[in-house]
């Protein structure tokens, strides 16, 4: 299996796993032993599908027995133009096609054995932490975004499904759980927030209700994608109680009201400002996550100025950016105005150099402060590599820990912060010092 994307497509690589496991299956560790190669694709941008393409490429040569599956898997004519001989096409969560796929370009083995796979599935991530998709789809139509046209509009799963997923992988060790979607805010819209019964009690299909109940189950609850729709504010207080983890990703992509609205965002009103400020007086921990795109058709010099100027009042704790990026079949591609690379790029790094420096501040205040931090790597040194609640896997700091003693990936330990740099924090464990 060649995994490409996003979490979401990861997930989805997961569940065919194991599937294709539960029908007898093994993941082989290289193309050579591999009696056929999944390549399961990411269409977002351009760059992305010629990532995808690549790596069609690379499972051909090396093995030549190619499935292909995901995002890309909708342009079908273009992979078969360059790749003709690949065995089978399907597009994202197009499960069942893949595995029959499987069957038939590898015949199942036979084997008594074939139900040894544990309950929570095979996964990619390590075991002590989880993505765990709530819906799928989405139901806004962003100018810069296809997402909807491949994947299609919002399709929630039951409340009482996610826990039960959630709750087996927490019996199982995970002890972080990520909550994506496309569009975790409008979690369960399109049930009409319906209610379903769930230890005893009803819990309503909403992000609030589901936040809640995953908090119950003891791991760390991190909520990516999340539109700041004004019930967000219902979700700082389970933050504050600790019952959920002090976290937000929230992708804002832009502050200029004008450029916003060309982009056609969800959740776009002017009082962000303000409902981050008292979110943070609610909860003093918070930290929010963003992605930004900088030389969006029609961002002119004031509207750039605009979003620094926000990001100095908004003070936000990690932030990721990209250019922007024509995507084929984008309503974004034929707006007017567009803005050359090279002003998109001196803005990508103004924008980067503003948001290090508010990291760095807001990192070196942590020095001498005692964080949760869950732990990813032990090095045979006596050194750590973890995170705190502040950090995502993948896309945030790290938490750098020397003198750590008996430690295991998982574990979830006090740390003294020592020193802090633009992204990372190096500390000792409290017992250690
Ligand atoms: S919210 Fe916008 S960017 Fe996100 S998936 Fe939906 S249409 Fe795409």
């Given amino acids: 299996m060649v995994s490409l994307g996003c979490p979401k497509a990861l997930v989805d690589s997961e569940r065919i796993l194991t599937k294709l496991r539960s029908d007898g299956y093994g993941l082989s560790p290289d193309f050579d032993g591999a009696d056929v190669v999944l390549v399961n694709t990411c269409g977002f941008l351009d760059s992305a599908k010629e990532e995808s393409l690549e790596a069609i490429g690379e499972a051909i040569a090396e093995n030549g027995r190619v499935i292909v599956t995901g995002c890309m898997g909708n342009e079908a004519d273009l992979i078969r133009d360059r790749f003709p001989d690949v065995l ?3 597009g994202p969560q197009q499960y069942e096609d893949v595995v029959n796929a499987v069957h038939d370009a590898a015949p199942m083995p036979r084997s008594p054995y074939v139900n040894l796979v544990p309950e929570t599935g095979l996964k990619l991530t390590p075991r002590h932490y989880s993505y765990v998709k709530i819906s799928e789809g989405c139901n806004h139509r962003c100018a810069f975004c296809i997402i909807p046209s491949i994947r299609g509009d919002l399709v929630s799963r039951r409340p009482d499904a996610v826990l039960r997923e959630a ?6 060790g995970t002890k972080e759980l990520l909550i994506i979607s496309q569009d975790t805010s409008a979690y369960g819209v399109d049930l009409r927030h319906a209610e379903w019964p769930w230890k005893g009690e009803n819990v309503r299909a909403h992000m609030t209700d589901l936040a809640r109940e995953l908090g119950k189950l003891g791991a760390w609850v991190r909520l990516h994608y999340v539109y700041p729709y004004p019930h967000v504010d219902q979700v ?3 933050m504050a109680d600790g019952l959920i983890t002090p976290y937000l990703d929230i992708p804002f992509q832009h502050a200029s009201p004008r450029v916003l609205k060309a982009m056609k965002r969800p959740a776009n009103e002017a009082k962000v400002l303000e409902r981050i400020a008292k979110w943070r007086e609610i909860c003093p921990d918070l930290t929010i996550r963003s992605t930004f795109i900088t030389g969006f058709p029609g961002e002119t010099e004031e509207d750039f100025q605009y979003l620094l100027d926000w990001l100095d009042e908004a003070q936000l704790d990690r932030v990721g950016a990209f250019r922007f990026e024509p995507v084929e079949g984008a309503r974004a591609n034929s707006l007017p105005d567009p803005v050359a690379e ?7 790094a103004r924008l980067m150099d503003k948001c290090a420096a508010i990291s760095a501040a807001k990192l070196k205040a942590k020095i001498g402060s005692t964080q949760q931090v869950i732990i990813d790597l032990v090095d045979e040194d006596g050194g750590a590599t973890g995170r705190s609640q502040a950090d995502a896997p993948e896309i945030d700091g790290e938490v750098h820990l020397r003198d750590t003693s008996e430690l ?6 006090s740390v003294k912060i020592e020193d802090a ?7 000792v464990p409290v017992n250690a010092t």
């Fill in 167 to 172: 709750e087996k992988l927490v019996a199982a």
């Fill in 421 to 427: 740099d633009a992204h990372d924090l190096f500390g």
């Fill in 342 to 348: 090279e002003v998109k790029e001196e803005r990508y």
């Fill in 408 to 413: 295991e990936p998982g574990d979830i330990v």
């Fill in 236 to 238: 700082i207080p389970l």
């Fill in 88 to 90: 089978a096409i399907s």
